[in-house]
């Protein structure tokens, strides 16, 4: 079992709706998550990070996070076609040492149509 | 506020040779990660300094090393290249401080291997 999965796409959403990504981890004692960016031929770029369970809001964006489920997503509201990317799931598994690294998923490919 | 710079953008090596790769981090932070992301995949943690010291390392041979400066600068070093080293070479910095230890990338390297 991998430990962050997500869906590989592509998503394809028409312009101005809701894109929801989704991601799942394996170790249950993970307590960070975040959610990266990434264009095409670019570096990763932070969106949000959410760390509670429930809803996390910035703007468009907003990160839920059911530790129970041990599950993260991503809704991005009124879709357009700038937001056509990769989106990278990436959380810090439990750690002794303090120093965290972040895991990745395979990233969700999204595109969206004008 | 200057974000995380990396050099050089590209790189073209043939198989055997030996690259260096240089990264500063935001102004700021204090912890330098190196990941690498081959084409289609997530970025893999391949190891993470602090106080000039590696304190953590992914699954990663020995060819790959790395180092910080007191100016809290990295180079990651490959020896011995394959062609399976073509990858994006990212840098992320951080703050060991902070418990959410927020990871922020560079534009990052593109190292062909012929």
């Known amino acids: 079992q991998k430990e962050v999965e997500q869906n590989s796409g592509p998503l394809s959403v028409p312009e101005g709706a809701i894109a929801s990504l989704n991601c799942t981890y394996s170790d249950r004692g993970s307590q960070s998550f975040f959610w990266y960016r990434q264009y095409s031929g670019k570096s990763p770029e932070l969106i949000m990070s959410?760390?509670?369970?429930g809803d996390k809001e910035d703007g468009r964006f907003t990160a839920q996070l059911n530790k129970a489920s041990q599950y993260v997503s991503l809704l991005i509201r009124d879709s357009q076609p700038s937001d056509s990317a990769t989106y990278l799931c990436a959380v810090h598994p439990p750690m002794n040492t303090g120093f965290q690294k972040l895991v990745f998923g395979t990233g969700t490919r999204l595109l969206v149509s004008p | 506020d200057a974000g995380v710079t990396q050099s050089p953008t590209h790189l073209i090596k043939t198989r055997g040779q030996q690259v260096t790769l240089r990264c500063s981090p935001k102004?700021?932070?204090?912890?330098v990660s190196w990941y690498q992301q081959a084409l289609g995949q997530g970025p893999q943690f391949i190891f993470q300094y602090y106080e000039e010291e590696e304190r953590q390392r992914g699954n990663f041979p020995d060819r790959f090393s790395g180092h910080q400066f007191p100016n809290y600068s990295s180079e990651l070093n490959v020896n011995a290249l394959l062609l399976g080293d073509s990858a994006l070479y990212l840098c992320?910095?951080?703050?060991?401080?902070?418990?959410?230890?927020?990871?922020?990338f560079g534009p990052g390297t593109r190292l062909t291997v012929l």
């Open positions: 102004s700021g932070h204090d912890t």
């Open positions: 959410i760390y509670s369970n």
């Open positions: 992320a910095s951080s703050y060991y401080g902070l418990s959410t230890d927020t990871q922020y």
